[in-house]
Each structure stands twice: as structure tokens, then as C-alpha cells.
């Protein structure tokens, strides 16, 4: 085959993945590929497979030791056989796991995968956990089969967006105006009570230095009494910092009301698929008995409006 193997390798027999994996590489064309995955902040920072189309290729980046010919005749081949398999077995050769990357087992916290198995008549698709498939007897979790997970997930996503859509006539609404502008001027009262305190001071600098000045104050008083007020400004300085800092945020949250359209945007969907659960859930965790923790993206959000609904009659 015209490979070599380094030292550490110099006795390990070639096996099935291996080759596979040789087959399949195209580093051994010359290609140079990445990009194949993605890391964003707002999945934790998750590594997301990117789809084959989005990869970063550069071609003959090395001298190949495969002609590219050659190369593509075995994808070829490959993929006839591929195509064979799936059609011979009932299945869909695009047939993912949408979960991937986002559904934890509630046992072990080890990834669920998808397991494939074909029986005489139908494909048998169940999440399991990656650890028990290894080792048996690390986790508990049972598999269980995947259109009845995604099925619940779905169902789960519907009420969500019911949500999603009542908050977003709250949002519109004067009330949830009329209580914004309540939250602002009760800062904005904060700040002037701080401003007139702070101007109060420098009068009575003025006054503390024209003192000095006709010897109804000696120096030494003068100089503590003036490092006293200058302490209450500085104090009283950092609080007008920090409340301008949370008129600054409720102004920006008030402004920012993307995050409902990103959930209204999937309204009346009636399959789930990987872009939904991407765009709208953080993580799911899966337990025995039925039992399926969902977190859901913009939580802090939702809740932060529905705080504002306390003692209204909305929905
Ligand atoms: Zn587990």
C-alpha cells in the first residue's frame, strides 16, 4: 500500500476501522480540511459537526500518496454499497442523530447515542448511553426508542412557543411598558437624589475653604473635615456608577426582544430537526421512567418577563 508506519505503530496490525479510515481521508490526496467542527458561546461551548459542504478544503496542500482518481473510484464503490445497505435494510442513508452533542444520560452524564438495529421488518432506533454500550455495568440508564423522545421533546417545544407567544404580546403591551418606565424612574429618582448630594458637598467645600480662609476653621480641621466629604463623594460616585450601569441594562433588555422571534419562527412546525433544537435547547438530560429534563435557551428571559406578570390576569 506504500504507507509507512512511525515506531510506535511498527507492530500494530492494520484493522478494519483503520483502513476504512484511510480510505476515506483525503489528506492522502493532498487536501489539507478543516473547519469540520464548530464551538459557540451560546451552546456552552459545545463542539457542533459542521455539515460536509461547510468545510474548509485546500487542495494540494501536500504531495499525495493516492491519485485523486483512484481516490474517488473507492467513494464510489463506497457509497454504492452504502446506498445498497440502506435500501436492502429499510432505512434512510441521511437518517442523524439530531440530538447529537445535546443529549446527556441523567446517570453517568456521558453522551446518548443513537443505536441502529435492523430486525426483519423495521429499523429499531434507540437512545443509549455511550458508556453502558462500552461498559455495562457503569450505568443504569435504560435505552429507550427515539420517536418516542423526540416526540416528547416536540411536544415540549409546542408549549414553549405558547409561551414564547404570550410573552410576546406582554411585551408589546402598555402594561409591561407602564412598568418598565416605573423600573426606570425609580433609578433615574436614585440618580438626581445622588447628583443634588453630590453638589451639596462641593457647596460645602466652598464654604468649609471661605472658613479657612477667615480663620473661622484651622488647617487641621479643615483638612479632616475635607477628607471626610471627599470620602462621601467618591461613595457616593460609585453608586451613580453603578446605577447608571442598570438603567443602561433594563434599556438594553427592554430593546432586545429577538430572542421571542427566535422561538416564533418555528410556530406550527410539525417535525422536529437539528436547526430547532439548536436555535432553541442548551441541553437535554435523560433519565429512566419517563423522565427528561429539557433547558431551554433565553430561560432567564422568560422568566424575567413572567416576573412582570405577578398579580395580572395575561393569559
Ligand atoms: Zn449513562
Request: with cysteine; charged share 35%.
Amino acid at each position: 500500500m506504500g504507507l509507512f508506519k512511525t515506531d510506535k505503530y511498527a507492530n500494530v496490525k492494520w484493522n478494519k476501522e483503520c483502513i476504512h479510515r484511510i480510505l476515506n481521508n483525503d489528506f492522502y490526496i493532498g487536501n489539507l480540511t478543516q473547519g469540520k467542527t464548530i464551538q459557540t458561546i451560546g451552546n456552552n461551548h459545545k463542539k457542533i459537526a459542521l455539515p460536509k459542504e461547510e468545510w474548509v478544503v485546500i487542495h494540494n496542500n501536500h504531495i499525495p500518496i493516492i491519485d485523486e482518481y483512484t481516490f474517488n473510484q473507492v467513494q464510489d464503490i463506497n457509497n454504492q454499497l452504502k446506498q445498497k445497505y440502506f435500501k436492502e435494510h429499510n432505512t434512510n442513508i441521511n437518517d442523524e442523530n439530531i440530538l447529537k452533542g445535546i443529549i446527556k444520560c441523567g446517570y453517568c452524564g456521558k453522551n446518548i447515542r443513537l443505536v441502529k438495529n435492523t430486525k426483519k421488518n423495521y429499523v429499531d432506533k434507540r437512545f443509549a448511553c455511550s458508556n453502558k454500550l462500552k461498559y455495562k455495568d457503569r450505568c443504569n440508564f435504560k435505552s429507550v426508542k427515539e420517536e418516542i423522545i423526540l416526540n416528547v421533546i416536540l411536544e415540549t417545544i409546542k408549549l414553549q412557543l405558547k409561551l414564547a407567544k404570550n410573552l410576546s404580546e406582554i411585551v408589546k403591551s402598555k402594561k409591561y411598558l407602564h412598568k418598565f418606565e416605573l423600573e426606570k424612574k425609580c433609578i433615574k429618582d436614585k440618580i438626581n437624589k445622588i447628583n443634588f448630594e453630590i453638589d451639596n458637598i462641593n457647596n460645602i467645600y466652598h464654604i468649609m475653604y471661605n472658613d479657612y480662609l477667615e480663620n473661622v476653621l484651622n488647617k487641621e480641621d479643615y483638612i479632616y473635615n475635607k477628607n471626610n466629604y471627599k470620602q462621601k463623594e467618591l461613595k457616593l460616585k460609585d453608586e451613580l456608577i453603578k446605577l447608571n450601569e442598570d438603567l443602561n441594562k433594563i434599556e438594553e433588555r427592554f430593546n432586545d426582544k429577538n430572542f421571542i422571534n427566535d422561538f416564533l419562527i418555528f410556530e406550527d412546525k410539525e417535525i422536529l430537526t437539528k436547526e430547532m433544537i439548536l436555535k432553541l435547547i442548551d441541553e437535554i438530560v435523560i433519565y429512566n421512567d419517563k423522565k427528561l429534563k429539557i433547558a431551554f435557551k433565553f430561560c432567564d428571559r422568560f422568566n424575567e418577563i413572567k416576573s412582570y406578570l405577578n398579580g395580572w390576569e395575561v393569559f
